[in-house]
């Protein structure tokens, strides 16, 4: 099963003015286990970053969704809750869910919330959304094996 990882990277970054500066950025990481992220982050990251970069962290991320849109790069963290109930006590019972979502504004991420969740069967409640320190999102991509 594949699981969501946020991986920070610390790297000298340069920038459009031409400075160097030490950053560390957070990425997500879509990967079996650790040592699956971390080959990742290297071929991911290495892509990109000139010259040396550390992994100082990486730690399960809880999502149940992602909704990326082409035409955001900002990512926020959404909480929605629902209400379930339990088949065998009769039971209700809240279910708190964290999804990540692509937008240009706060108020952007929660309609994109909305349209994204309308085909739920349950109500639910949109009870959080905050700005996500995340960069950039690398979803789990399948090696093709190599037929002879």
Not at 33 to 39: I, K, L
Not at 113 to 121: A, D, I, P, T
Request: no cysteine; proline share 1%.
């Amino acid at each position: 099963m594949n699981t969501w990882h946020k991986v920070s990277v610390k790297y000298t970054k340069q920038f459009n003015n031409g400075t160097l500066k030490r950053v560390t950025e957070n990425y997500l990481i879509n990967g079996i286990n650790f040592t699956d992220v971390e080959a990742r982050v290297h071929q991911e990251i290495g892509a990109f970053v000139r010259g040396e970069f550390v992994v100082k962290a990486i730690k399960n991320e809880d999502f149940s969704d992602i909704f990326q849109y082409d035409d955001a790069e900002t990512w926020y963290k959404a909480k929605v809750v629902y209400v379930s109930e339990d088949v065998d006590s009769g039971k209700e019972k809240k279910i708190n869910n964290n999804f990540l979502v692509s937008a240009h504004s706060i108020k952007d991420a929660a309609e994109r919330m909305e349209e994204s969740l309308k085909g739920l069967m349950v109500s639910f409640d949109i009870t959080k959304i905050e700005e996500s320190n995340i960069l950039e999102i690398f979803p789990y991509i399948a090696q093709e094996t190599e037929e002879e």
